[in-house]
T-cell receptor, first 112, second 112 residues
Framework: NAGVTQTPKFQVLKTGQSMTLQCAQDMNHNSMYWYRQDPGMGLRLIYYSASEGTTDKGEVPNGYNVSRLNKREFSLRLESAAPSQTSVYFC???????????FGQGTRLTVV | AQSVTQLGSHVSVSEGALVLLRCNYSSSVPPYLFWYVQYPNQGLQLLLKYTTGATLVKGINGFEAEFKKSETSFHLTKPSAHMSDAAEYFCAATGGGNKLTFGTGTQLKVEL
């Protein structure tokens, strides 16, 4: 089982460039999430999607957009990358409200 | 709104000693609580979870946690630390909705 798959694993961007982080899950989960992880700050929620066709802001949505393309896929877009967006990004999915989240392996993004 | 506080960003124990990692939550509704572990350069893996029922929860690798409503706590323990337990540990909570909130993490170091 693949679980949650994120692409790419590593990326270096120049300030002002745009890119899309891809996430796909094969567990038929309804809810999907994007987090960023920074040293000393834990995981902070950027956006989440409770179900196909819906998206909601998390704690740190500024500078990001998301698309829930279908039930399997949830992408995160940086329209104009900034050095402050250098981070490790994790995608996760959940079956229902009380269930645990399953995580991808992360995307390490550096903005120079 | 819910929040999760992990006391101690770094904890160091000797091999064979008790591991105690602290987590307190703030939630306006009965919480569902989780502990995750992250090894270097990997995603997050579920250790254990509390949803309803028994307040003492057993997880993988000999870890357990006790939900104490009166103390709003969900501390993680292991009777005897092993070198392989060295990792970062995250406490997370959801109030039954779709948003899953994480603490800032505790780095566990195990010394010989």
């Amino acid at each position: 089982n693949a679980g949650v798959t994120q692409t790419p694993k590593f990326q270096v961007l120049k300030t002002g460039q745009s890119m899309t982080l891809q996430c796909a899950q094969d567990m038929n989960h309804n809810s999907m999430y994007w987090y960023r992880q920074d040293p000393g700050m834990g995981l902070r929620l950027i956006y989440y999607s409770a179900s196909e066709g819906t998206t909601d802001k998390g704690e740190v949505p500024n500078g990001y957009n998301v698309s829930r393309l279908n039930k399997r896929e949830f992408s995160l877009r940086l329209e104009s990358a900034a050095p402050s967006q250098t981070s490790v990004y994790f995608c996760a999915s959940r079956e229902y409200r009380v269930a645990e989240a399953f995580f991808g392996q992360g995307t390490r993004l550096t903005v120079v | 709104a819910q929040s999760v506080t992990q006391l101690g960003s770094h904890v160091s124990v000797s091999e064979g000693a008790l591991v105690l990692l602290r987590c307190n939550y703030s939630s306006s509704v009965p919480p569902y609580l989780f502990w995750y572990v992250q090894y270097p350069n990997q995603g997050l893996q579920l250790l254990l979870k509390y949803t309803t029922g028994a307040t003492l929860v057993k997880g993988i690798n000999g870890f357990e946690a006790e939900f104490k409503k009166s103390e709003t706590s969900f501390h993680l323990t292991k009777p005897s630390a092993h070198m392989s337990d060295a990792a970062e540990y995250f406490c997370a909570a959801t109030g039954g909705g779709n948003k899953l909130t994480f603490g800032t993490g505790t780095q566990l170091k195990v010394e010989l």
